[in-house]
């Protein structure tokens, strides 16, 4: 029987070295420190290029503005622009699928709405929310508003409930499957049965357009877009989606001081990367964005805007997307929303 001795005199007598022990422990040692190195220096160099964000909805709503507001401070922590495209329709598909397919290369960026984990449940939405995205961080949260035209000849929730029905009306929405549009089905049809359309457009941004138009002469959507209208009495807010009064618009009640108790929504703003994509990018992305959120001008205008700051890390953001998966497709189903 041989011995291991033996083996490799054998081995070396037929002309292949025997490699000793030590020798071999060395160079698996050397080939690991250099795959390491490989990956710290991968690390320090992402970003080496510009990195493109994709917003999948129009300018002027949550995503879109969040964005735009984050970005300059990006560009200055990562020493790279980044540069922001609207890629619009489908309530949000459309641009979401082009970063699903995109290379996992950390160049590019999905900044999107709750209507990711929305329209996930969808069978033709073209992708899946846990298996072709790699989450980097949920950013900030904010309630929805339910406004209306000031012609209107209302001023309380439960005046255009009446109101609407003996009328004939649609609601505008930012696009099907988004948050405010589940809002304004659960509120209005499901609720308080009107059974009124919605009226979908490529974002917050032309919804509240229509809205300040009278056509049609209410919506639902997420704060951002609206608060300026509201605070300069070109639109009226009838009620908001969140737990509790919100300090931009004290005087407006809640859905559920309105008499809806179940009804506290709220659109979040998200960051995802392409499935695959290197985690030094993913928390590279995350650490910037947290860094920016903490300086005192962000968290200010933030505040201006009626966001909740949250910057959740990674493997939260996983769990967390995971949960708002299961719920919204719970109301997709009760609710028989269709996709546009």
């Not at 070396?12 to 070295?17: I, K, T």
């Not at 930012?174 to 405010?180: H, R, V």
């Not at 609720?191 to 009278?214: C, D, E, N, Q, S």
């Amino acid at each position: 029987m041989q011995t291991s001795a033996t083996m490799g005199a054998a081995t070396a007598g037929r002309g292949r070295p025997a490699w000793p022990r030590a020798a071999g422990r060395l160079l698996v040692g050397a080939i690991a420190a250099l795959a390491a190195h490989g990956v710290c220096a991968q690390a320090a160099a992402w970003p080496d290029k510009p990195v493109r964000i994709i917003i999948p909805f129009a300018p002027g709503g949550p995503p879109d503005t969040i964005a735009r507001l984050l970005s300059p401070k990006l560009t200055e922590i990562l020493g790279q622009p980044m540069v922001i495209e609207n890629r619009t329709g489908a309530g949000g598909n459309i641009g979401t699928v082009a970063v699903a397919k995109s290379p996992a290369d950390g160049y590019t960026v999905l900044i999107t709405s709750s209507a990711y984990a929305v329209n996930t449940s969808f069978p033709d939405s073209g992708y899946s929310a846990e298996r072709d995205f790699a989450p980097v961080t949920i950013v900030a949260a904010q309630p929805n508003v339910v406004v209306a035209h000031p012609g209107l000849p209302v001023k309380t929730l439960a005046e255009f409930i009446a109101y609407a029905r003996t009328r004939k009306l649609a609601f505008s929405s930012p696009g099907s499957g988004t948050t405010p549009h589940l809002t304004g089905e659960n509120l209005f049809n499901i609720a308080a049965k009107l059974g009124i359309p919605a009226a979908h457009f490529r974002g917050a941004g032309p919804a509240v357009t229509a809205v300040l138009g009278g056509e049609p002469p209410v919506g639902v959507m997420a704060m951002t877009a609206p608060l300026p209208h509201i605070r300069a009495g070109k639109l009226r807010a009838l009620a908001v989606s969140s737990a509790r009064r919100i300090a931009s618009l004290p005087d407006v009640p809640t859905l559920v001081e309105s008499g809806y108790p179940d009804m506290l929504d709220y659109t979040w703003v998200g960051v995802f990367m392409p499935a695959g994509t290197p985690a030094a990018a993913v928390n590279r992305l995350y650490d910037a964005m947290q860094r920016v959120l903490q300086t005192p001008d962000i968290k200010e205008r933030v505040a201006g805007l009626a966001f909740d700051p949250i910057t959740e890390p990674p493997a939260r953001t996983v769990e967390y997307v995971k949960s708002e998966v299961v719920r919204w497709g719970e109301v997709v189903r009760k609710s028989g929303v269709k996709p546009e």
